[in-house]
């Protein structure tokens, strides 16, 4: 039996159906998100712009959902919200419709920010409900939630490429029936938790105790913050330029090069799987470890690279890269108890934050360098994530 297979059995029906439903719905969820950055060469080609405003676009959905997720995290580590799940993949669905018959650029920035604010209200909760349903399984809870999110992010290209680009921006609105499932899911799962939240009224609650002396705790969060910084600025390069640069390198075809992201974002999706339970088993620490350093030669290669080796770089990187994410949000847990949607809402939020600040700046260079000059620059980030070397040794739970 894998790890993977043993955290399963371990956990019971009635809650590994919820995680199931939570890591379906990051799935729906970040299948429509994912669709933003999937149309940017045929938004490109449509409304005339330029890499400066593609990294706009990026930086409106992602900073939204940054500045607001800690904030509803901490709301909701006081007063549990359980039906705003539903609400905010509404606001997702808004923001899709939006996007379809966006007649200008401005419609599309205001699109791309209540995409940003569905994410920000779907995730603190979400992440909540997937570490209720653990059952102490914390790492192997948050891989299976996160499975989902990279999921929809790998399946978004796909869609882009074989509905949306051959029949046009209006077809966006389809999805909306993706949406409208979403909610009924998210509905069901909101009853779950309510039930639960007045099944364990009576119950203590969780103490908040630090671990660790408060300084050691800030320095261990700036540890794990910049290491999530490096992490998705790198990410946010695969996700808005990959396919301008194969398209660009390599004179693939808008098809093709929409394949290659998937392959990106496919070994992400299977690195993001794998990362929580072995943490499990293993600590994550060492999964941290593992995935921030293990992919720098990778990075330094890829700009180097021919069209296949190109492919099997990206997929190297993709998966280990994506291991960590899982590990950082169980290890915040650990390091601030108790306080599991402001975890979320941090790391969550930093994370569209740190991407969407860095695709802009990413874009900027791109228009006054060339494309392939980022990947160049780029291939040095992960080196920053020598600084795991000061994360605190914790008491495994």
Avoid at 32 to 59: C, E, H, W
Avoid at 171 to 195: E, H, P
Avoid at 219 to 230: F, Q, R, S, W
Wanted: with cysteine; charged share 10%; glycine share 12%.
């Amino acid at each position: 039996m894998t790890t993977i297979d043993t955290a399963a059995a371990k956990l019971p029906t009635a809650t590994l159906s919820v995680l199931l439903a939570v890591s379906a719905c990051h799935m729906l969820n970040d299948v429509m998100q994912s669709l933003l950055a999937s149309l940017y060469p045929l938004l490109k080609a449509n409304y005339g712009l330029d890499f400066v405003q593609i990294g706009l676009l990026t930086m409106a959905f992602q900073v939204t959902a940054s500045l607001l997720q800690p904030a509803v995290g901490v709301v909701a580590d006081r007063w549990p919200m359980p039906y705003a799940l539903p609400v905010g993949m509404a606001s997702t669905l808004v923001g899709l419709l939006l996007l379809a018959k966006a007649g200008n650029f401005a419609v599309l920035v205001g699109a791309a920010c209540l995409v940003g604010l569905g994410s920000a209200i779907f995730h603190p909760e979400a992440s909540r409900v997937a570490r209720l349903a653990s059952g102490g399984r914390h790492g192997f809870a948050q891989s299976l939630f996160q499975l989902g999110g990279n999921a929809g992010t790998a399946i978004g290209p796909l869609l882009a490429a074989f509905i949306v680009l051959p029949y046009g921006q209006g077809s966006i609105a389809w999805f909306a029936g993706i949406a409208l499932l979403g909610m009924v899911i998210l509905t069901l799962t909101g009853r779950w938790y309510a039930a639960h939240r007045r099944l364990n009224a009576g119950r203590p609650a969780v103490s908040r105790s630090l671990p660790l002396p408060r300084g050691d705790i800030l320095m261990a969060l700036g540890i794990l913050i910049l290491l999530t910084a490096t992490k998705n600025v790198y990410m946010a390069s695969f996700s808005s330029y990959f396919t301008f640069y194969t398209i660009e390198r390599f004179g693939l075809s808008v098809r093709d090069a929409q394949l290659m992201l998937f392959l990106f974002l496919g070994a992400a999706a299977a690195g993001t799987f794998a990362g929580g339970p072995i943490g499990d088993r293993y600590g994550a620490r060492f999964v941290i470890w593992f995935s921030i350093l293990g992919v720098i030669p990778f990075a330094l290669m890829l700009p180097y690279a021919n069209l296949f080796f190109t492919g099997v770089l990206s997929v190297a990187i993709g998966m280990i890269l994506a291991s960590a994410f899982p590990a950082i949000v169980v290890f915040a847990q650990e390091l601030l108890p108790g306080r599991i949607g402001l975890v979320a809402g941090i790391f969550f939020g930093f994370a569209f934050g740190a991407g969407g600040l860095g695709a802009a700046l990413l874009g900027t260079l791109a228009d006054s360098h060339g494309i392939a000059y980022v990947y160049q620059v780029i291939s040095y980030l992960p080196i920053l994530g020598v600084a795991t070397i000061l994360l605190p040794k914790l008491a495994r739970p």
